[in-house]
């Protein structure tokens, strides 16, 4: 039955994901990304990261792909004519894309854990796993990435400022 | 609660990142490409996860929580680029986008 649920949701976000690269219609992708991440967010619960699980929704499949929708919306993107690819591109991206098979399939072959995982409730379980490593030891980091959040905004309002005057 | 393999989780999370690499290299939308881009990551942090779940520690975890404000931050910055570009050539196909060519 727990087999059964990974592979329900494994194959779920597997099926997504080529959807997000076969829709012809952006819109349709970013639907397809929304599902992928409902898939991986299961995923997550079956490995007992709940806190994981909720952010990944909250924060990409709430507010990343919302953000997608509407900029999609927004810009109303027509695909138009695309030329034919150069001899030189659709070879390097065959090389490219061989590479990456056999550097993920060694990844995944010989991917060893010297013991068998701990028995018992996960570590990533908890809350309080979370909150006492993000408050001592990972202190810094969080301040630094308040910090990066600040500067997107500012950055994003600049970005997105209409240009006076056309200069 | 736990009967895949850390192999099973690998493979899924190599899947995913291979289709998202895909999806980089064959689509011409710049949306779908950072979508894919988007694919990728997350992929990654499925990895994360499931060797911290197998190995018994928090590192991968707090990591994984790291790296999703950082994804929101990239988003955010990447989709202003693109609104951005988009005002100025009326397109956003990667095709068109050739200014630091030749």
Do not use: W
Not at chain 2, 1 to 9: F, G, H, K, Q, S
Request: charged share 10%; glycine share 8%.
């Amino acid at each position: 039955m727990a087999n059964f649920v990974f592979l329900f949701f494994a194959s779920f976000t597997v099926i997504c994901a080529a959807g997000i690269v076969l829709n012809r219609n952006a819109v349709n992708a970013a639907m397809c990304l929304l599902l992928c991440l409902v898939g991986v967010a299961g995923l997550f619960v079956r490995l007992d990261a709940f806190l994981l699980a909720f952010l990944l929704l909250l924060v990409y499949a709430g507010a990343v792909v919302a953000l997608f929708l509407f900029i999609v919306m927004l810009l109303d993107t027509k695909g138009g004519t695309t030329p034919a690819r150069s001899a030189v591109a659709k070879a390097a991206s065959l090389g490219a894309g061989a590479l990456l098979v056999a550097g993920l399939a060694s990844f995944t072959l010989k991917g060893r854990l010297a013991a068998p995982p701990p028995a018992g409730p996960a570590v990533g379980a908890s809350l309080k796993a979370y909150a006492y490593e993000l408050f001592t030891l990972y202190l810094l980091p969080v301040e630094v990435v308040g910090f990066i959040l600040l500067i997107t905004m500012i950055g994003v309002i600049v970005l997105s400022r209409k240009e006076a005057g056309g200069a | 609660m736990i009967t895949a393999t850390l192999n099973a989780y690998l493979a899924i999370s190599a899947l995913l990142f291979a289709i998202g690499f895909l999806g980089v290299l064959v689509r011409r939308d710049t949306l779908i490409i950072f979508m894919c881009l988007e694919l990728m990551l997350v992929a990654s942090t499925l990895a994360l996860v499931a060797f911290s779940r197998f190995n018994g520690t928090m590192d991968g975890n707090v990591f994984v929580f790291f790296i999703l404000t950082v994804a929101a931050a990239e988003v955010a910055v990447g989709l202003a680029i693109i609104v951005a570009f988009f005002r100025k050539r009326q397109t956003v196909q990667v095709d068109h986008i050739d200014a630091l060519k030749n």
